[in-house]
């Protein structure tokens, strides 16, 4: 007897939210700031910290990336004018406001607040990208939830990303999530604006963002009272999820418990990714990045390589080239064969004064002390052969 095939797995928000192991939830100033106080809304961010603990109680890991220091900095300093400084000085004074309101609401729940300030500089340059990568993974190691804004107070118009969404976007790349959530006023995609199109049909489930389903992101739409966002940012911060191999969701965050009601059923919008954040990483790694040098490795260490070991300083035997921290570069066996790339994790002059050393030896030798590795085996692409 035939046995029967075993039914698809359900694909929408509730079950993307289940399913997901590292999240990033993105939260507009909307949410957060009182438009006529310019106060954090205190209940709704005690029920969102509940929605966090949850999340972390069922073994998943979380990263906030929270608007509202230039909205609360305006709120302590109602005189100052639209210039580029005047933004700068209100998260100046904003930023430690933010922090104090999500370490007192995750207070409670035996969490702590990381606070972590990003440019676009920061995720865009592969130095400053593995850098912020390791700050965030050293957070969620030790059980903290990193609290991601733009860094208002240095950012120029030239190295802003202008709006939260990209860069939680960008942050979901960076730490290599699987989903990432946007909260909105609205409670996914329409196929026209709800407000002025009564005849609008929700989308429950995208699973490819085609010019179509880009155009419905209407224009700017902004939330009202203090956010700058809409969905055509939802949409676009989606593409550069989606490509890192991280799904989107987009959902209202004007309930209570927000992520409670996205588990429970509420309506959202799912936008699918086709790879996990992994597999996106290595392609990315293997296919647009240009090898900046090389090492070159000893049969030892290119049978560890193949046994999805990390590279260490002891296996390599040459530096070639003067690649930075972060580049790219090609890995040679003894034979003068690549047999594939990685990011280093050193720059090529101290990647030279490692080689063919012990890993316990780095410190004393560089004069600090770095990774224990050259390339780790999740920086690293191997040649199929």
């Known amino acids: 007897m035939s046995q029967a095939a075993s039914p698809a797995p359900r694909l929408d928000a509730a079950s993307a939210l289940e399913a997901a192991r590292r999240v990033v939830v ?86 702590i607040a990381g606070q972590v300030l990003l440019t676009r500089d920061d995720t865009e340059r592969r130095r400053r990208w593995l850098n912020g990568r390791a700050t965030v ?36 790349q960076l730490a290599r999530a699987d989903l ?19 005849t609008a049909a929700h989308l429950p489930l995208i699973e490819s963002l085609t010019p179509e389903i880009l155009a419905m992101g209407g224009g700017a739409n902004a939330e009202a009272g203090v956010g700058t966002g809409g969905m055509a940012t939802k949409l676009a911060a989606a593409q550069i999820a989606r490509s890192a191999g991280c799904a989107t969701i987009i959902a209202s965050g004007q309930t209570v418990s ?15 990714a086709p790879d996990g954040p992994m597999a996106a990483y290595k392609q990315w790694i293997a296919g647009s990045l240009s090898p900046a040098g090389e090492l070159r490795l000893d049969a030892g260490a290119v049978t560890a390589l193949k046994a999805g070991k990390s590279l260490l300083p002891a296996g390599v035997t040459a530096v070639v080239g003067g690649f930075e921290k972060g580049d ?18 050193y720059p090529a002059d101290e990647a030279a ?10 410190e004393t ?21």
């Open 137 to 172: 993974e050293a957070l969620l190691a030790h059980g903290v939830i990193p609290i991601v804004n733009e860094n208002d107070t240095v950012a120029t118009e030239e190295i802003r990303y202008g709006d939260n969404d990209r860069l939680a976007a960008r942050t979901a």
């Open 365 to 385: 030798i560089l004069g600090y002390r770095g990774a224990s590795v050259l390339i780790h085996r999740d920086d690293m692409v191997l040649d199929d052969r």
């Open 258 to 272: 927000p992520l409670s009601a996205i588990r429970d059923g509420a309506r959202a919008t799912l936008i699918a």
């Open 26 to 111: 993105k939260i507009g100033s909307s949410l957060l700031i009182d438009a006529e106080t310019r106060r954090p809304t205190r209940d709704w961010l005690a029920a969102m910290a509940s929605d966090l603990a949850a999340l972390k109680a069922g073994g998943r890991e979380v990263i906030v990336v929270s608007s509202g220091s230039i909205a609360l900095g305006r709120g302590r300093l109602p005189g100052l004018g639209a210039r580029l400084e005047d933004k700068q000085a209100a998260a100046s004074v904003g930023q430690s406001l933010l922090m104090a309101a999500w370490s007192e609401a995750l207070e409670p729940h035996g969490l």
């Open 328 to 345: 790219c570069v090609r890995l040679i066996d003894p034979e003068g064969r690549a047999v594939g790339v990685g990011l280093a994790a």
């Open 353 to 362: 004064r490692i080689r063919g050393r012990r890993s316990d030896e780095i």
């Open 180 to 198: 990432l959530v946007l909260l909105s006023d609205v409670d996914g995609l329409y196929t026209a604006d709800p407000r002025r199109d009564p």
